[in-house]
């Protein structure tokens, strides 16, 4: 395959899913990402998240299609090998708590003088300046922080946070949309230049509409369920057999809307005659509507309703995954793992007329392409050999071999 970013070289030193979401989208549309992991073997790899075919799930899925190189980066020889290969490469990427690339001897400020030309993408908690830039911070604390928790669950009840990290892959996102910006920009003045993208900040961009109605109107906003904040019916609805969603009934429609669902009574109630009065009257046409939906089946209502309104089932994941829409827009795609075995993921949302895009295949077995790496630097076999044998690289995961390797071993070991 070859997709719209090859010839893109990035040398990733990201962890965890922020970072390697970003860097994950990057290999999807054919960059050459080289990820580099701990001679301990990144602990993604060995997180609490499910073992399948003695593969981690959660590490496979942000990872497929990369390199991986293992290497101790506080060693003399890794650092001068990885200044070597900092010319060679158009993107260097980082999720570290900031000032930790610096200690390395990675910053951007040292790596540019190596490279004018390197795209450095640093993503973080909080950024790289402002007074909360040195905090860690994880995907929850990014949507406590942000508000995002609280505009998520019922009313009256706790704040919720959403099912799935978009606090980590939101960063992600805004990191490769960085990153292709400043791509673009090198084209024109030949220099490359440091993206900054903080998670918080990104979550703040998300809740664009949560902003604009709160400065606009002094309502601080908050949770609303399974519906919208400002339409109404916009929202899920239980059938006979199921859930599903709704949305698009328009002022005009609404008569015909009622007629479909066996409401006629209401075509003309003052209280639901526009979309401002359905909202603040919400309470009071609730209970009529779950009334309503719960006499037919999800099947019968995506019939009934298709020409009236925006309607579709409220899908578990498995159900979606067998959706037959999602299955003719290739949106599932299995990929080998390092073991031998296969696992399905979900594909890129990307579809080109001309350059394919999707994984380039599954997470790397750790270290499989550390010599690729080290050679690209200009070390030799023997050389390359040295290094593993005295353990400021790896590999493959037990290759601690060495009285060096012990030793980092057992350092790493005293202060976890």
């Known amino acids: 395959m070859t997709g719209p970013l090859a010839g893109i070289k990035v040398l990733d ?63 003399p020889e890794v650092r001068e090998a990885i200044y070597r290969l900092v010319p060679q490469v158009d993107v260097v990427t980082e999720n570290f708590q900031p000032g930790t690339m610096k200690k390395l001897g990675f910053d951007y400020e040292t790596l540019r003088e190596l490279n004018p030309r390197l795209v450095y993408a640093s993503t973080s908690g909080f950024g790289q300046t402002g007074p909360y830039s040195e905090r860690g911070a994880v995907d929850i604390i990014a949507q406590g922080m942000s508000g995002v928790m609280s505009l998520t669950g ?125 909202t603040k009257n919400y309470a009071d046409l609730e209970p009529l509507l779950f009334e309503a ?31 037959p829409h999602v299955q003719s827009r290739d949106m599932i795609r299995e990929l080998p793992t390092w073991t031998g075995k296969t696992l399905r993921v979900a594909n890129t949302p990307f579809k080109m007329s001309r350059t394919p895009t999707g994984p380039q295949g599954g997470a790397a077995r750790p270290g499989e392409h550390t010599a690729d790496l080290l050679r690209m630097a200009g070390l030799d076999d023997d050389a390359i050999k040295g290094l593993i044998e005295s353990g400021v690289a790896a590999d493959q995961p037990s290759s601690m071999a060495g009285t060096r390797g012990a030793l980092l071993k057992a350092n790493r070991a005293e202060h976890q």
């Open 13 to 75: 030193f990201t962890w965890a899913l922020a970072g390697p979401f970003g860097t994950m989208i990057l290999a999807d549309l054919g960059a050459d990402v080289w990820k580099i992991e701990t001679v301990f073997q990144n602990e993604m790899r060995r997180g609490g998240a499910p073992y399948v075919h003695d593969v981690s799930t959660y590490f496979f899925s942000a990872n497929r299609g990369k390199k991986s190189a293992m290497l101790d980066l506080k060693s």
């Open 154 to 278: 019922h009313v009256g009840g706790p704040p919720a946070r959403a099912g799935y990290s978009i606090g980590d892959m939101g960063a992600g996102v805004f990191t490769t949309i960085g990153v292709l910006a400043a791509l673009q920009e090198r084209q024109v003045s030949g220099e490359g230049q440091h993206v900054d993208v903080a998670m918080l900040d990104a979550q703040i961009t998300f809740l664009e509409n949560a902003i604009v109605r709160y400065t606009s109107t002094g309502n601080v906003p908050g949770p609303v369920g399974f519906r919208h904040p400002i339409g109404t019916p916009h929202q899920a609805v239980p059938a006979k057999d199921g859930w599903l969603v709704i949305a698009g009934v328009r002022d005009h429609t609404w008569a015909l809307f009622c007629a479909r669902v066996g409401l006629d009574e209401l075509a003309f109630d003052e209280r639901f005659l526009k979309v401002v009065d359905r």
């Open 293 to 323: 939906f719960r006499k037919r089946s999800v099947a019968e209502w995506l019939e009934e309703l298709a020409e009236v309104c925006w309607v579709g089932p409220l899908n578990t994941i498995d159900k979606m995954i067998e959706d």
